[in-house]
């Protein structure tokens, strides 16, 4: 309770109305700015991590938001933060806790191999937000030679009607293409992406500021 109240005591209540806007069904919102709850989960991580990670009552949306910073920045082996990730996954019902949270686990980075294994039970659960976090996951730390094949065969692979499945697929295929356009235009040629994610995937693309005009000319004619 007196995490809560620190929360309510630094609230903003025109972000609050802003993020109800991009988070739409989602209908606790404190309204506390990122940069002041990353400042708090660093100071949460540093004393107390397990004791908030154990028992603190997880409701608002910012506490869901500083559960997946603590775990991002607290001291602990791998086996103890897939642990604690077995708790956070299932509170994400929106894209920015999600999208956010997963920005912060920067120790994916030396556990490749044991975090592409830990994913694989949320692509075969195939529900819509532990199916984004798998993609977003993979999109922030997965991009590079030695998975990126993998990585696009999953998302190929993915058949889930949920909004925010289908849009997250479409910015990782846009993504990935910075890096490795040969291997995401060989994908878009022949691909079993629903129409939906597959226009997506284009328009991403084409309103990417990072891709040739040349490219671009040609992605339009891409349409279905």
């Known amino acids: 309770m007196e995490l809560r109240e620190k929360l309510f005591e630094v609230q903003d209540k025109e972000y609050q109305k802003f993020q109800s806007k991009l988070c739409p069904n989602i209908n606790n919102i404190i309204g506390v700015r990122i940069p002041i709850l990353r400042k708090m989960a660093k100071q949460i991580a540093k004393e107390n991590a397990e004791e908030f990670l154990n028992n603190t009552k997880i409701e608002f949306y910012e506490e869901k938001m500083l559960y997946g910073f603590v775990i991002g920045y607290m001291k602990g082996n791998l086996s103890e933060k897939l642990k604690y990730l077995d708790k956070f996954v299932p509170m994400i ?40 976090f798998v993609i977003i996951m993979l999109m922030d730390y997965y991009l590079v030679d030695n998975y990126i094949d993998k990585v696009l065969e999953l998302y190929n692979q993915i058949k889930n009607d949920g909004y925010y499945v289908k849009m997250a697929v479409a910015w990782a295929i846009a993504e990935a293409y910075i890096k490795y356009p040969e291997k995401v235009m060989k994908i878009l040629n022949e691909n079993n992406l629903d129409n939906f994610t597959y226009n997506k995937t284009l328009q991403k693309m084409i309103e990417s500021y990072r891709i040739d005009k040349s490219v671009k000319d040609t992605l339009r004619k891409m349409k279905r």
């Open 93 to 132: 019902d929106n894209w920015a806790i999600c999208d956010c949270s997963i920005n912060t686990f920067k120790f994916v980075q030396n556990n490749l191999e044991e975090i592409w294994n830990y994913l694989q039970k949320y692509v075969k659960a195939n529900k819509e937000y532990e199916l984004r």
